[in-house]
């Protein structure tokens, strides 16, 4: 577990890196899963220690996803990947009742789920657990006084390199151009990743397998018509 504080704001309380929490109202079959479902899948939004291993007996190999939206790629991967134990991060109620819906439909067994900031959660994670961590399309916040607002930062890339195991990777998508150089200056200041394309421009070409998130659609039809999937290697 690390000793790094979170972030403060000028006035000292923890600084959040997500805006709002809610947003139109659940529907009754959403609402029974939240009372019902998330609290066997919840991990405690306390101070304790948090162990993959202890989430998952079973399984040896373990994936983050911080800002998992509606839940459509953690999901997938979850499907796709019994044998892995798979932790999203969300704070966006409707996202964690879609995602909550996908668990109960296909039977997974291999999620849990946290509530609150992602960072407090990486604060309380062991060293090398992690196979690989996940970041897509986070809030760009995009106005320069909320720069300090964006979840890629000195301190959670840190513990990011921290949490992810040597040979394991941060994947980050986006499809704001600013957020993209962003987050490759703060890369290439941290020498724990290493990011090795192999070829220019590939990072255009989304990750082997992938589909389209509803946000990403969405920005499609807004006219957003290029994004970035960056991999970058835990050295």
Not at 177 to 201: C, K, M, V
Not at 224 to 231: T, V
């Amino acid at each position: 577990m690390s000793d790094h504080q979170l972030p403060k704001t000028v006035d000292g309380a923890p600084r959040a890196f997500f805006g709002r929490r809610s947003g139109k109202t659940l529907h009754e079959g959403q609402r029974t899963l939240y009372d019902t479902l998330l609290p066997r899948l919840a991990i405690p939004e306390d101070e304790t220690p948090v162990d993959p291993s202890k989430l998952f007996p079973a399984t040896k190999a373990f994936v983050l996803e911080i800002g998992y939206g509606g839940g459509e790629h953690l999901a997938r991967q979850a499907r796709e990947n019994p044998d892995m134990g798979f932790i999203g991060c969300e704070v966006f109620t409707g996202g964690i009742a879609k995602l909550l819906q996908a668990i109960e439909r296909d039977g997974l067994v291999n999620v849990r789920l946290y509530t609150d900031d992602a960072l407090k959660l990486l604060l309380r994670l062991p060293d090398a657990a992690f196979e690989a961590v996940y970041l897509l399309y986070p809030d760009p916040w995009p106005k320069t006084r909320h720069h300090k607002r964006r979840f890629v930062s000195p301190v959670t890339l840190g513990e990011l390199a921290r949490v992810i195991r040597p040979g394991g990777a941060f994947h980050f998508a986006t499809d704001i151009e600013d957020y993209a150089n962003w987050t490759l200056a703060h890369i290439l200041r941290q020498s724990a990743f290493r990011f090795a394309p192999d070829r220019p421009g590939d990072w255009h070409e989304p990750y082997p397998g992938w589909q389209p998130t509803r946000y990403e659609q969405k920005a499609r039809r807004e006219g957003r018509l290029k994004s970035y999937y960056f991999s970058f290697e835990r050295c």
